[in-house]
């Protein structure tokens, strides 16, 4: 089982760049990992997701070219880091887990319903 916590969430202006970092403990390596956001009165959303030990990512849309992921196996932690960042990037984001199955899917997950662990979220604010 792993435990997720995320950090490095903030107030920011337009335009500016923010890193999150989520700390997981418990067989790191062997999970694909992913970033989540939610903004008030509306659903969670997929933001970015890597797989195969981090060899290959998948991002949405509305990030594409802004934010990337990574993580260092060695620190057991996974970051998000998000560039030219607009007021619609607030949100409370969200790091997740799950056992790393790209090798055998092809795929990397996307959704929330197929990541079993979660942190507890880190509020990133962007202000105009």
């Known amino acids: 089982q792993v435990q997720l916590v995320e950090s490095g969430g903030g107030l920011v202006q337009a335009g500016d760049s923010l890193r999150l970092s989520c700390a997981a403990s418990?067989?790191?390596?062997?999970?694909?990992m992913a970033w989540f956001r939610q903004a008030p009165e509306k659903e969670r959303e997929f933001v970015a997701s890597d797989g195969e030990g981090g060899r290959i990512t998948k991002f949405a849309d509305s990030v594409k070219g802004r934010f990337t992921i990574s993580r260092d196996n060695a620190k057991n932690t996974v970051y998000l880091q998000m560039n030219s960042l607009k007021p619609e990037d607030t949100a409370v984001y969200y790091c997740?887990?799950?056992?790393?199955?790209?090798?055998?899917?092809?795929?990397?997950?996307?959704?929330?319903?197929?990541?079993?662990?979660w942190g507890r979220g880190t509020q990133v604010t962007v202000s105009s």
């Open positions: 997740a887990a799950r056992p790393d199955l790209t090798w055998l899917s092809g795929t990397i997950a996307s959704a929330p319903n197929e990541y079993g662990y």
């Open positions: 418990g067989g790191f390596s062997s999970y694909a």
